[in-house]
């Protein structure tokens, strides 16, 4: 179970996709400047002991972050978080739900509520309409959060 705290830099409301992939929409393609781009924890490291809340700070190289809407600017998307669960599959929309947090303003860093124990945290880039770029923009790490 988590929550996410409040702070400035806390995820807010933006439209929610459905959970599987809008009718027509395409799977995105990578393109000349995404063959280098990689998503990745900035923090905590993979493996860390952290207590809770939690300080996680996104980082990708490759593309740049914008915030979701209309706009399908290439090489460019956003961040989503997954507490305890993987990958979401290229050309389907990230979920919006209690494990699938959407970062659609753009923002790079949060603050979650983790239970103790250990838990995994996959970093998701999707674009500007919350359709995954796959397992390629993706990253997991493990962390044991302590009472």
């Given at each position: 179970?988590?929550?996410?705290?409040?702070?400035?830099?806390?995820?807010?409301?933006?439209?929610?996709p459905?959970?599987?992939?809008?009718?027509?929409a395409?799977?995105?393609e990578?393109?000349?400047?995404?063959?280098?781009?990689?998503?990745?924890?900035?923090?905590?490291?993979?493996?860390a002991?952290?207590?809770?809340p939690?300080m996680v700070?996104?980082?990708?190289e490759?593309?740049e972050v914008?915030p979701?809407?209309?706009e399908?600017?290439?090489?460019t998307?956003?961040h989503?978080?997954?507490?305890d669960g993987?990958?979401v599959?290229?050309?389907?929309a990230?979920?919006a739900?209690?494990t699938h947090?959407?970062?659609?303003?753009g923002q790079?860093?949060t603050?979650v509520e983790?239970?103790?124990?250990?838990?995994?945290?996959?970093?998701q880039?999707?674009?500007?309409?919350h359709?995954s770029?796959?397992?390629e923009?993706s990253?997991?790490?493990k962390?044991n959060?302590?009472?």
């Amino acid at each position: 179970m988590f929550t996410v705290a409040c702070s400035p830099s806390q995820p807010t409301a933006t439209p929610a996709p459905p959970a599987s992939p809008t009718a027509g929409a395409e799977t995105p393609e990578a393109t000349p400047g995404q063959a280098a781009a990689r998503i990745f924890f900035v923090e905590p490291a993979d493996g860390a002991t952290v207590t809770s809340p939690v300080m996680v700070k996104f980082g990708v190289e490759g593309m740049e972050v914008k915030p979701a809407g209309p706009e399908d600017v290439p090489n460019t998307g956003h961040h989503h978080l997954v507490i305890d669960g993987g990958p979401v599959p290229a050309g389907e929309a990230v979920p919006a739900d209690e494990t699938h947090i959407h970062f659609g303003k753009g923002q790079t860093e949060t603050e979650v509520e983790l239970t103790p124990g250990e838990h995994t945290l996959t970093l998701q880039f999707a674009n500007h309409a919350h359709i995954s770029y796959g397992p390629e923009m993706s990253a997991t790490i493990k962390v044991n959060v302590e009472k």
